[in-house]
């Protein structure tokens, strides 16, 4: 227990996941029913404060410069708690987190928030966690955030411990691809993840097809990554999202994540790459379009997304690295 | 075997599939993998006559006032060749067909082109068959025409006899529902459907559980109809269209049928249940959106759908008939 340092501020990038984590084996542990592999991406950043304050009377989320409660202050505490167990720190803290992107709206906002939650609140209490042990906290923040404490290219593990000792993140490598995404409105999503994620396991007749197929995806991933294979890399990526949705699409009911601008990027994309440019596209839990190409590319395709209707902005964001501590101290 | 009568003109409609019919078991007899549940569609026709003329060096296909050839061409000598087998029949025919919507968009015309054509030519060819032997010859044509043998609501059966005997259609009921088509677009459909089940079938992870959790929904389909219950039958109609694409979407490459605006359609669809109207959508290989609904909302539902972007027009369909001559003589 160290009381000499009691605040740290920590930066973690958001990713996007090519091979697609969708659906839990244990939710209280968020240990995932599959491994996934993913691109940090630069530009897509929350930068959060853990200041551990003895005169607080609770913990206290301020979100974008808002104070936040219920669900996602109860998350946060929850995180906290799991960082004081390890430290033997006790009192409250007060997080201050901001996004430069748009909240909850599919741009795994949670990935890059875990993250630095995970690296501030451990530092500002104290500790100094390896990469393993710091992806291994994230996770029970969000399952994505494991992957958001290392750069470039990362793959998680889904782990077979009980305890979830090996689901956690190592990075694969580094390799300078674009991924553009495409930004179709900045509203809330409707359906969180962590219950799509649920809904689709309880409900669809495809769940298990899903969880059975997926080795075969995270093996060409990998082998896609290792070999610098953009082409063989965009089609798993490609297929990967399809196959997420199409599991979501047949729960009972049904959900769906895309909106018509979502699926008029996907069409403007594969008509991109008729015309011979090496793009593919991707897509998470919300309305936006994400697409893979080398940077050569990424001008054109830029374009290309812009003029899609419903398509408000894009971001061209390169490869980005882990999460890393800003300041610490008293 | 008889002479002097040589020319008829039948009329058919188009139906939609409710429980969807996605797969065959054959492809050669055009044998379904799974049954499926229809309502055939006032409004959305095709007249064709066969006229046999022994004057003919080769049947000859006139469709929407265009000579046509090629795949077209060939689907319907096929046809006219069990025809002439089973009549006796021989020498050439000339076909004449038109259809009053877009032809190949996913309005299934095939299925009301070969209704048609089946009950023209047989009687043509002197044939006289009952609306079972028309079924099974139908769906020669096109597994969806089976169905527009019959009106109203229609069960097809996948059948289990090796021949396709029992692989037919049968009317289910009459009861007034309406079906309010949003037309996405004018275009032909990127991926034909029996090219579309092919790949499926053949690829996608999911395909298997698809067939596998059908029989379920065609017994939900079925009960629903039976007791006339609106809302049980929506449901079950969502979550049929959504599996198959969910099935679709998930073959490597993956089939995307929808366009934007298909989707927006989904989501209006979805907003207006919210606000209390009884309506369920459905979608076939094909961009156009259906949107089930009681007679006294059908108003509002063309309304909201035509609101949305890209969909450029709207038909409000109510049960029609099944197929009918509408001359016969030399």
């Known amino acids: 227990m160290s009381l000499h340092i009691n605040r740290a501020v920590a930066e973690a990038r958001t990713n996007i996941a090519l091979v697609k984590y969708w659906g839990k ?21 929350t930068r959060t404060e853990v200041r551990f304050d003895p005169s607080l009377a609770a ?34 803290a007060a997080v201050t987190s901001s996004n430069n992107f748009p909240t909850a709206a599919g741009l795994a906002s949670s990935a890059s928030a875990f993250a630095a939650l995970a690296l501030a609140a451990t530092r500002a209490a104290g500790l100094s966690l390896d990469g393993a042990a710091l992806s291994n906290l994230a996770r029970r923040g969000s399952g994505s955030a494991a992957r958001s404490i290392f750069g470039g290219f990362v793959e ?69 990554i290792v070999h610098r294979d953009l082409q063989a890399l965009g089609e798993v990526a490609e297929r990967s999202c399809l196959s997420m ?28 790459r008729s015309d011979g440019v090496g793009v593919w596209f991707t897509n998470d839990a919300g309305p936006h379009v994400k697409a893979l190409c080398a940077p050569a590319d990424a001008p054109r395709v830029e374009k290309a997304l812009a003029s899609v209707h419903g398509v408000v902005r894009t971001i061209c964001c390169p490869p980005g690295a882990g999460a890393v501590v800003i300041e610490e101290g008293a």
């Open 59 to 92: 913990d206290t989320l301020n979100l974008n410069g808002t104070p936040a409660a219920g669900k996602p202050l109860t998350r946060v505490m929850r995180l906290l708690d799991l960082v004081r167990a390890a430290s033997g720190r006790t009192g409250h």
């Open 245 to 272: 949705h199409g599991s979501a699409l047949a729960a009972r009911p049904g959900i769906l994540y895309w909106s018509g601008a979502t699926v008029d990027a996907f069409h403007m994309i594969r008509a991109l």
């Open 156 to 224: 998680m593990k889904a782990g077979t411990q009980e305890d979830g000792g090996d689901s956690i993140a190592a990075p694969l490598a580094t390799w300078d691809v674009r991924m553009v995404v495409g930004i179709t409105g900045e509203g809330m999503k409707a359906t969180l993840s962590t219950d799509g994620m649920r809904h689709t396991a309880e409900t669809s007749p495809y769940y298990r097809a899903w969880v059975e197929s997926h080795p075969a995806d995270l093996a060409a991933g990998r082998a896609a």
């Open 25 to 45: 084996r244990n939710e209280a542990l968020n240990l995932p029913a599959v491994g996934s592999i993913s691109l940090t991406l630069d530009g897509l950043a």
